[in-house]
């Protein structure tokens, strides 16, 4: 059974940075691609950025430039620093591998850009 528990989020002003962080149990981990999504009031879930067991990342347009997806394989954790935050960022933010599997959906971690 994989669990996917995210944290970090919180409430900050536009232009500020938080870093968020999703560990996973199991050791199925180090050899999958991760991601992180975002679902905001009203809308679908989004692939924010996503990175491979080796380092390699891609991201969203809305994101590129301001968020950095990077993982931790000894200690199973996948990491996603947002800087230059902007309110159309507010969100719940989760971690799920790419593709997703639905099973894994954890809580998420509430962002709020907001002055």
């Known amino acids: 059974q994989v669990q996917l528990v995210e944290s970090g989020g919180g409430l900050v002003q536009p232009g500020g940075s938080l870093r968020l962080s999703c560990v996973a149990s199991?050791?199925?981990?180090?050899?999958?691609?991760m991601g992180w999504y975002r679902q905001a009031p009203g809308k679908q879930r989004e692939l924010v950025a996503r990175?491979?067991?080796?380092?390699?990342?891609n991201y969203a347009d809305s994101v590129k430039g301001r968020f950095t997806i990077s993982r931790d394989n000894a200690k199973n954790t996948v990491y996603l620093q947002m800087n230059s935050l902007k309110p159309e960022d507010t969100a719940v933010y989760y971690c799920?591998?790419?593709?997703?599997?639905?099973?894994?959906w954890g809580q998420g971690t509430q962002v709020t850009v907001s002055s």
């Open positions: 199991g050791s199925i981990f180090r050899f999958v691609v």
């Open positions: 990175i491979t067991s080796s380092g390699t990342t």
């Open positions: 799920n591998p790419f593709p997703v599997v639905p099973a894994y």
